[in-house]
């Protein structure tokens, strides 16, 4: 994916069900088109085949099991993602841990069935552990920061710059999103001026009385 990336995790949000997830699916997509930032969203499950289907966005599953096809009632796999017409998924994120062993073989999954794995950090040292595996991005998350109003580029841009350091020395491929608390055009600058490649948010498009609105603020300084 080109940068800049905005990745939209719609969570299971009250607002992200039926049509209000539409609605930002619509703006996202229009927005994308006018500035050519790549416009990411994740919906629930059962809305990514519809999402993909009917816009021209990057559509991301929240999460993916660490199994194999076969009998494993209520989970999802790697490959029904990529039947739903999924681009990739996120791994685990700070509302749904995963172990080291289970997020490797989402990542191998993943991989095999060329989709991208984005892969969420609490802090530098699980960010250049979780590297080494060979994920496509690693996003670091502040777990603390996660739906407030003080983003982690504001409150602790360390984390972002030493991130971005302990991550390229350990797998250089990799790439990198900040995440927790983004919620403004000044915290997406940011995050790309300090090295990461874009952003993974929620409430503050999800929640808003107007998700048009903040997602043009959240590209207009870029």
Request: with cysteine.
């Amino acid at each position: 994916m080109k940068a800049p990336i905005i990745l939209i995790n719609l969570k299971a949000y009250r607002e992200a069900i039926g049509h209000e997830a539409q609605r930002i699916a619509v703006a996202a997509e229009e927005i994308g088109e006018e500035t050519g930032v790549t416009m990411c969203i994740a919906p629930m499950y059962m809305d990514i085949h519809p999402m993909r289907h009917h816009y021209d966005l990057e559509v991301f599953a929240q999460h993916v099991d660490p199994i194999e096809p076969g009998a494993s009632t209520g989970r999802i796999s790697a490959r029904a993602l990529k039947i739903a017409g999924a681009t990739g998924s996120l791994v685990n994120h700070s509302e749904y841990r995963q172990t080291v062993a289970d997020i490797d073989f989402c990542i191998r999954s993943l991989r095999s069935e060329n989709l991208t794995s984005v892969v969420c950090s609490n802090n530098v040292a699980t960010s250049a552990a979780l590297s080494v595996l060979g994920p496509d991005y690693v996003a670091i998350e502040p777990p603390e920061l996660i739906g407030g109003s003080i983003s982690v580029s504001q409150a602790n841009p360390e984390i972002i710059t030493d991130s971005v350091e302990a991550v390229r020395k350990s797998n250089d491929a990799v790439r990198l999103l900040t995440g927790a608390g983004i919620n403004s055009g000044k915290c997406v600058r940011t995050a790309i001026d300090l090295g990461t490649d874009g952003v993974l948010l929620a409430s503050s498009v999800v929640k808003s009385q107007d998700p048009e609105a903040v997602l043009r603020d959240l590209v207009s300084l870029l």
